[in-house]
């Protein structure tokens, strides 16, 4: 996990990372790892969609798992969480989120050590104030991959600028990441068919800086978008884009997007 915690409480129905403190016959107590000395219980019922009688069947002493917030106390510091609740996306997502903050904390750290600045003296100086506007040092690294000028702000030498522009360029070359959407169109009509088929050819043709993207037909009126980009930031904003250009030709051949 990163070096820094979030402070406060976490909100109703939030996702959160949880590590398996103890374990008791109708209970399990957890350490909140994005959080600072926040424990959480969750309810045997609340373990499994399955029945189960022995706890230790469904979770581990010091294993990860990721959990939603169900009830908060703050006054008692009391967290209720449910691991059944969690669906196998918000699960898969959560651990994502959590790897590739990891990375990007230990790129960081890395330039640093190598400059002799250790990662208190970062997050103390610089990092907490980064996390305050970007949210996470993810959401930093893939500003920064939009706009590099973003690390000429920082309060480093030349020489530490440039070390981790050629480490976050790195990253870029070894995890572009694709995202798959689903988009929904139909067209009607004596020329529907020819329609359609024009109206798809033009949309493929849709480009925007270096992503690669596909259309693929799936079931009508189901289309799949694979989106192959440098971050997920910019993937999100191409699949938006690609949306409008949708609903632009849509018009032009008669084409129905069903939202």
Same mark, same amino acid.
């Given at each position: 996990?990163?070096?820094?915690?979030?402070?406060?409480?976490?909100?109703?129905?939030? /996702?959160?990372?949880? %590590?398996?403190?103890?374990?008791?016959?109708?209970?399990?107590?957890?350490?909140?790892?994005?959080?600072?000395?926040?424990?959480?219980?969750?309810?045997?019922?609340?373990?499994?969609?399955?029945?189960?009688?022995?706890?230790?069947?469904?979770?581990?002493?010091?294993?990860?798992?990721?959990?939603?917030?169900?009830?908060?106390?703050?006054?008692?510091?009391?967290?209720?969480?449910?691991? %059944?609740?969690?669906?196998?996306?918000?699960?898969?997502?959560?651990?994502?989120?959590?790897?590739?903050?990891?990375?990007?904390?230990?790129?960081i750290e890395h330039v640093l050590k190598k400059n002799g600045?250790?990662?208190?003296?970062?997050?103390?100086?610089? *990092?907490?104030?980064?996390?305050?506007?970007?949210?996470?040092?993810?959401?930093?690294?893939?500003?920064?991959?939009e706009d590099s000028g973003l690390l000429e702000d920082l309060?480093?030498?030349?020489? /530490?600028?440039?070390?981790?522009?050629?480490?976050?360029?790195? /990253?870029?070359?070894?995890?572009?990441?694709?995202?798959?959407?689903?988009?929904?169109?139909?067209?009607?009509?004596?020329?529907?068919?020819?329609?359609?088929?024009?109206?798809? %050819?033009?949309?493929?043709?849709?480009?925007?800086?270096? /992503?690669?993207?596909?259309?693929?037909?799936?079931?009508?009126?189901?289309?799949?978008?694979?989106?192959?980009?440098?971050?997920?930031?910019?993937? *999100?904003?191409?699949?938006?884009?690609?949306?409008?250009?949708? *609903?632009?030709?849509?018009?032009?051949?008669?084409?129905?997007?069903?939202?």
């Amino acid at each position: 996990m990163v070096y820094y915690k979030k402070k406060g409480f976490p909100g109703l129905k939030d /996702i959160v990372l949880c %590590k398996v403190k103890k374990i008791l016959p109708h209970s399990v107590f957890v350490e909140l790892l994005e959080y600072d000395n926040l424990e959480g219980m969750i309810h045997i019922s609340e373990l499994s969609k399955r029945w189960t009688k022995n706890i230790n069947e469904i979770v581990s002493l010091n294993s990860v798992i990721v959990c939603r917030v169900e009830n908060i106390n703050e006054s008692k510091g009391y967290i209720d969480l449910s691991k %059944k609740r969690v669906t196998s996306g918000e699960e898969k997502s959560k651990k994502d989120e959590a790897q590739k903050e990891n990375h990007v904390e230990k790129i960081i750290e890395h330039v640093l050590k190598k400059n002799g600045i250790s990662l208190k003296d970062f997050y103390e100086k610089q *990092g907490y104030a980064l996390l305050e506007e970007y949210g996470s040092l993810q959401s930093f690294y893939e500003s920064c991959l939009e706009d590099s000028g973003l690390l000429e702000d920082l309060n480093f030498s030349k020489k /530490i600028i440039n070390e981790l522009k050629e480490s976050f360029d790195a /990253i870029v070359q070894k995890s572009r990441i694709t995202e798959k959407k689903i988009i929904k169109f139909y067209a009607n009509g004596e020329n529907g068919l020819d329609n359609l088929k024009k109206f798809a %050819k033009e949309l493929v043709d849709f480009k925007q800086d270096d /992503i690669v993207a596909g259309i693929k037909y799936l079931n009508s009126p189901e289309y799949l978008v694979s989106i192959n980009s440098s971050t997920y930031k910019k993937a *999100g904003t191409f699949f938006e884009n690609l949306l409008k250009r949708a *609903g632009e030709l849509s018009q032009k051949y008669g084409v129905t997007l069903v939202q």
